[in-house]
C-alpha cells in the first residue's frame, strides 16, 4: 500500500508530480525510510495523512528533519551557487498541501475506499 501511495505522491497519471523524484520516491518506500501508513488509512483524520504528505515531500527534496518545505525551498536555493531551476525546488507549503490532498484522493479512489469512485 505504501508503494501505491508514493506512486500517487511523486505523481501519476491523474496527480502533479515534483520533478525528477519519481525513483527516489520509490526507493525511499523500498527501503523502508518513509511509511504512509496515514496515508492510506481510510479513517485517518485529515491532518495526520497531510503531515505524513509533508513529511515524505520533505524526504523527497533531501529535508531531513525540516517541518517547512519554505524553510527547506530556502535552504537550497541558498546553498547552490548558481541559482536552481525553479522546477527542482519543493512546491510551497500551500501548494504541497493541495498536492497531496489531490493524491490522496487518487489513492482512496484507487484502493475504492472512496464510494463512487
Known sequence: MDLLAAHALSGCDSVS???GKK???INLVLNSEVTLKEFVNPVAK???WIEEG???LSKLYGGRGMTSLANLRC???SKKKDPPKI???PPTDDAA???IRRAHLQEGS???DIPGY
Request: proline share 4%; net charge positive.
Open 17 to 19: 508530480y515534483p520533478f
Open 54 to 56: 509533508l513529511s515524505f
Open 46 to 48: 485529515e491532518e495526520a
Open 75 to 77: 535552504s537550497i536555493f
Open 110 to 112: 484507487r484502493s475504492g
Open 97 to 99: 498541501v493541495q498536492h
Open 87 to 89: 522546477k527542482s525546488l
Open 23 to 25: 525513483i527516489k520516491a
